[in-house]
Structure formats: structure tokens, C-alpha cells
């Protein structure tokens, strides 16, 4: 399988992603669509006979600023390690999110606020927590003794971690992630929570330009996302920006304002 690492340096602790790619050799096959079947002179002709469907309008081109734009290009294309320099992201209206582990009432609660500032900023994709074993994303509350039985591809020495699956199309299928619960304070944790979600949605860099970001490259602690953040988390989840897109295929899609 091709895997791309990633590390967010948040100071201590440090919060790893590993963004794996398309499924290959190695017992796991390469998901396909289907092949279109070829219509039969009567389907063709019914076909033909049937009105015509008026495509679907284009997505509004959302309005920007440029330090915004150049913010989503530093945080939302590649990984922070190598990596195609385009657009990753969930493309359901749902993404379903479960817990395990012990989970203290302020963790539950932050994650509550979490999804809830994630959802306020989303057009196309809501998070949503379950308690279905299949959910898209799980998050694992633990000590970090049982990080590496829980996740195999656990670094040692760090509080917090998430990775992410995608298929060829740059879509992600699901994702996991691993969240400290011993030693450490609730704000820390609740950094952990937030920070390690988000990027789990595809804003998976980091840059040491704005330090009330949550993608700050630095040691910080934030319960909250900056305007910034909010700005670029919206881009993303906007009709106008498609997985697998590119720099050059983002701009096109938005209004920069000057």
C-alpha cells in the first residue's frame, strides 16, 4: 500500500498523520466503479424518447480572500511529508463518528462542540457521532501504552494520532484516531480532539504563520477555530471544491477577493 506520513509538530505532544492512498497489492484490492453496461436498441430508444434532464446547475464560486486561499493551499493540499499537492477529503453528506474507551464527560462534551463548529461551517459534509462499530471515523480514548494495539501504525511518544484512508479518486473512506487520556489536562485533551478530527477531514498540513490557527506548526493550545480556520474548513466543504482537486483547479473555482 502507498502511504504518505505526516507529522504535526504541536510542540509536546506531537500529533502524527498517516495519509494512506490508493489500495494495492499486499491482500487489499483497488476499489472500481462499476462498468457501464451498453444500452440495448430498446433502452436506447426509450432513452431517447425520454425528456431531457437539465444538468445540473454550477456550484456558486465561493468568495475568498487571498490570504485565505493561500492559507487552504498551505493547509489542504498534499500531507505535510511528500504527497500529491491536490485536494483530499470526505465526499458523503455524513460522516459518522463513534468513540471507544473511556470518554470523560468534558472529553464528550468537547467533542459535542467539535462536530457542532465543524457542521456550522460545512455545506456538503455533516459529522454526526454513533454508536454503530462501522462508523467512518473512530476515536480511540486511551492510555498511549495501548496506542500501538490499537492503532499498528502508531509512532511512539506521541499523545495524539489519526490517519486516513482515500481511494484513487482522492475520497476518504474512513479514518481513525488516538487520543490520550491519562496524564495530561482536559484543555490539552480537548486541543487533541479538535485538532486531530479536523485534519482528519483533509486539512492535513500545518505552518507556523498564524499561532491562534489550530494548524499552527508550534506548541499551542486552542479550544476553538480561528476566523481563518473557519474560512478554509468552509472552502473545503463548499459545492465549488472537489476531491482530487489541484492549485490551479482550486482558483478557478472560487472569487478572490482583493
Known sequence: MTRTPSQIHGGTPWVVVVIAGVLMAGGCSTAKAPSQPSLSVATAASAAASPSVEPSPTPARPRVSKKALNYFFKIALGAEYGGDRIVVKWTKPVVTVRTDGTVSSASQKCLRKVISDFNALTATTDLKLTRDSAADVTIHFAPVARFPSLSPKYVPGNDGFFYAWFNGEHRISSATVLVRTTGISDTLRCDHIR????????????????????????????????????????????????????????????????
Open 195 to 258: 485538532k486531530a478530527l479536523t485534519r482528519s477531514t483533509g486539512l492535513m498540513r500545518e505552518s507556523n504563520q498564524y499561532p491562534d490557527s489550530i494548524f499552527y506548526g508550534r506548541h499551542s493550545t486552542t479550544t476553538r477555530y480561528s476566523k481563518l480556520d473557519e474560512q478554509i474548513i468552509s472552502l473545503l466543504y463548499s459545492d465549488a471544491i472537489g476531491a482530487g482537486y489541484d492549485q490551479v483547479q482550486v482558483t478557478s473555482a472560487v472569487q478572490v477577493l482583493p
